[in-house]
């Protein structure tokens, strides 16, 4: 059970607007930054949004991402069929000590 | 190019110890704190350890007391000692850089405890 929580599945069709929600608490997501990773099928995770809302150069501006409170959330606009993947938020958390991901949200694309 | 390359996975038997290493090439590695995450197949990404620019180091609850974290920064590497394996650890083990993010990863090395 993870202390992040991610819904374990989304799907969209071409074109279509799609988001992961990433809930926490006051002591993660609350009072920390939150990162997004991208996991393509058979490699390995790339970072995909970093604090909270900032892309790093080379992903596309379809991805989004956005904090309020206890939560957070990545937005895909503009889904295509490479946008097929697994997709973790991250952050760090004071009680834990450590840094702790969702559990990972699978992303279809119908 | 930022490069990080994982050696020194395999087979173990439960309570037995392996030592992992990463290779980072293409950034100042001294300036950067270093991870280690470990993903079971088919399930999700689980952080385990990080050692600092400064040497300091921190684990899961999951392996604290049985992994050790060190650096060599004139070598450009740092390791992860596994010790009293179990079959829960069995996992492709990552590392990767703490930059804005966990930035890049390695490929990753599988570690796999079994009888």
């Known amino acids: 059970q993870s202390v992040l929580t991610q819904p374990p599945s989304a799907s969209g069709t071409p074109g279509q607007r799609v988001a992961i929600s990433c809930s926490g608490s006051?002591?993660?997501?609350?009072?920390?930054?939150v990162y997004w990773y991208q996991q393509l099928p058979g490699t390995a995770p790339r970072v995909l949004i970093y604090?909270?809302?900032q892309r790093p150069s080379g992903v596309p501006d379809r991805f989004s991402g956005s904090k309020s409170a206890t939560s957070a959330s990545l937005a895909i606009s503009g889904l295509r069929s490479e946008d097929e993947a697994d997709y973790y938020c991250?952050?760090?958390?004071?009680?834990?000590?450590?840094?702790?991901f969702g559990g990972g949200t699978k992303v279809t694309v119908l | 190019e930022v490069q990080l390359v994982e050696s020194g996975g395999g087979l173990v038997q439960p309570g037995g110890s392996l030592r992992l290493s990463c290779v980072a090439s293409?950034?100042?590695?001294?300036?950067?704190?270093m991870h280690w995450v470990r993903q079971a197949t088919g399930k999700g990404l689980e952080w385990v350890s990080a050692i600092s620019i400064a040497g300091d180091t921190y684990s899961a609850d999951s392996v604290k007391g049985r992994f050790t974290v060190s650096r060599e920064n004139a070598k450009n590497s740092f390791h992860l000692q596994m010790n009293d394996l179990r079959a829960g650890d069995t996992a492709v083990y990552y590392c990767?850089?703490?930059?804005?993010?966990?930035?890049?990863w390695g490929q990753g090395t599988l570690v796999t405890v079994s009888s």
């Open positions: 604090r909270n809302n």
């Open positions: 990767t850089r703490g930059a804005e993010g966990f930035d890049p």
């Open positions: 006051s002591s993660n997501i609350g009072s920390k930054d």
């Open positions: 293409g950034f100042p590695f001294s300036n950067y704190d």
């Open positions: 991250s952050t760090w958390d004071d009680i834990l000590r450590g840094w702790v």
